[in-house]
């Protein structure tokens, strides 16, 4: 059984900075990418970051230039490192991997349960 467990949540005033962690653990053959969505108050999940295993990464327009997102494949983890935060950034930060637990299985989407964000003016 795969589980991703976030981490590095938190209140922080505009401007400030965060780091967001996140960890696979588990049986695990592969996984082939891994993110961070977002979902505010009233508002849909919506995708942050994504990084797949050689590296190419995916953002937000509304978050480039100020967030960064790495990975560590061999520990299956992957960060998010927030800069010049906003109060628009307020949200939970979902973790998020596609993988398979065997060779021969499905790519199968899994979420962590959310840390949450909150930046105040």
């Known amino acids: 059984q795969v589980q991703l467990v976030e981490s590095g949540g938190g209140l922080v005033q505009a401007g400030g900075s965060l780091r967001l962690s996140c960890a696979a653990s588990?049986?695990?053959?592969?996984?082939?990418?891994m993110g961070w969505y977002r979902q505010a108050p009233g508002k849909q999940r919506e995708l942050v970051a994504t990084?797949?295993?050689?590296?190419?990464?995916n953002y937000a327009d509304s978050v480039k230039g100020r967030f960064t997102i790495s990975r560590d494949n061999a520990k299956n983890t992957v960060s998010l490192q927030m800069n010049s935060l906003k109060p628009e950034d307020t949200a939970v930060y979902y973790c998020?991997?596609?993988?398979?637990?065997?060779?021969?299985?499905?790519?199968?989407?899994?979420w962590g349960q959310g840390t949450q964000v909150t930046v105040s003016l």
């Open positions: 998020n991997a596609v993988g398979r637990r065997t060779a021969w299985s499905a790519d199968q989407n899994y």
């Open positions: 588990g049986t695990i053959f592969s996984i082939n990418g």
């Open positions: 990084i797949n295993n050689g590296g190419r990464v």
